[in-house]
């Protein structure tokens, strides 16, 4: 049977849409605009996951009258004139991803940012998506290593805003890409481009951000093994030896024991034991942002440097490399077979 496309009936084949996601970033670098951002990230189960009833009136009592005001302060040493780092990237990644895939597809591609937490929001970018007729959607979480505390709750906000359609858009979602050649290529690139014009160090760190240990012993996390994944396949990349790299993890928060070494120890550790030169590359984070930019460039370089190390440097992130929007392509060229 011949069937006719007509005006109510769109040709499929020609476009579908793919939204990038990433943790998020308030919309100021001002107390008023730090709390409602952290209330959405910290009342997050998938992130901090301790009951409810402990759990809430601590972070409406106590964090949200205290931590926006040195958060403000932390954000504001990373603010540009563009807005947020990670924003801003973003957008550069979202344009580049969209020229290297409607160049290699020959079709049209539509690309949004949705970010877990702030604006603009996964929600938005689903309901642009829909506005302009697309109904076969990747959602592409920029989280190489999957963790419940970034993909599965990226995941969440996706379904939980799609279930109220009347019309479900065809959904595929990238889980992880941490094993992907072009994405470990691009890490070891910038890695080699970064030690021809830097005095190559002692010692390489690799610094992913933390989660609680017992999200791995207990809950069954896979984010440290693929980390420590990560890290060795870029080591055999670059053919180092195993005294001149480590890994750790960053960013802890509370008092609970967190994935170890810790990034701040192991800088003390190493400068107490003599080494003076250290780079530090944060091989999780598809983009720079405050956990990057401040967290590694100032206060890990401060923390090193007080403990007597003389050397450092932080490696910048994957960003918007030509070779990471290229891996980044390739990943969704996989996932988006047949549409």
Request: aromatic fraction near 10%; glycine fraction near 6%; charged fraction near 25%.
């Amino acid at each position: 049977m011949e069937i006719i496309l007509t005006a109510s009936m769109p040709d499929r084949s020609t476009k579908f849409g793919i939204i990038l996601t990433n943790v998020g970033t308030p919309d100021a670098p001002t107390p008023t605009a730090l709390r409602p951002y952290l209330k959405e990230f910290l009342s997050d189960p998938r992130v901090v996951d301790y009951p409810r009833w402990l759990w809430l009136p601590l972070l409406h009592g106590v964090i949200l009258n205290t931590r926006p005001r040195r958060s403000a302060r932390l954000y504001e040493r990373i603010w540009t004139p563009a807005g947020a780092p990670l924003l801003t990237i973003m957008r550069q990644q979202a344009a580049g991803l969209r020229t290297q895939l409607e160049k290699s597809l020959e079709k049209q591609v539509a690309v949004e940012i949705g970010l877990r937490y702030g604006s603009p929001s996964i929600a938005s970018a689903l309901r642009s998506m829909r506005d302009a007729g697309i109904d076969r959607i990747l959602v592409f979480p920029l989280y190489p290593q999957y963790s419940t505390t970034t993909t599965a709750t990226t995941f969440d906000a996706v379904f939980d805003e799609v279930r109220q359609w009347s019309k479900m858009p065809e959904i595929r979602t990238i889980t992880e890409y941490d094993r992907n050649d072009g994405y470990l290529e691009s890490l070891a690139n910038s890695v080699r481009e970064y030690w021809q014009t830097h005095e190559r160090p002692e010692k390489l760190l690799f610094s992913f951000h933390g989660i609680p240990q017992r999200y791995e012993t207990q809950k069954g996390d896979p984010y440290p093994a693929a980390c420590r994944q990560t890290a060795h396949a870029v080591v055999q990349k670059l053919k180092l030896e195993d005294a001149e790299w480590s890994i750790a993890f960053q960013s802890r928060f509370g008092p609970e024991e967190w994935l170890k070494p810790y990034t701040d120890v192991q800088l003390e550790s190493w400068a107490h034991e003599g080494v003076r030169r250290v780079h530090v590359i944060a091989a999780g984070f598809s983009a720079d942002c405050l956990e990057t930019v401040d967290e590694l460039g100032n206060e890990a370089r401060e923390t090193f440097m007080e403990a007597g190390g003389k050397d450092f440097h932080y490696i910048p992130a994957l960003n918007d490399r030509p070779d990471h929007l290229k891996a980044l392509a390739e990943i969704a060229r996989q996932h988006t077979q047949g549409w």
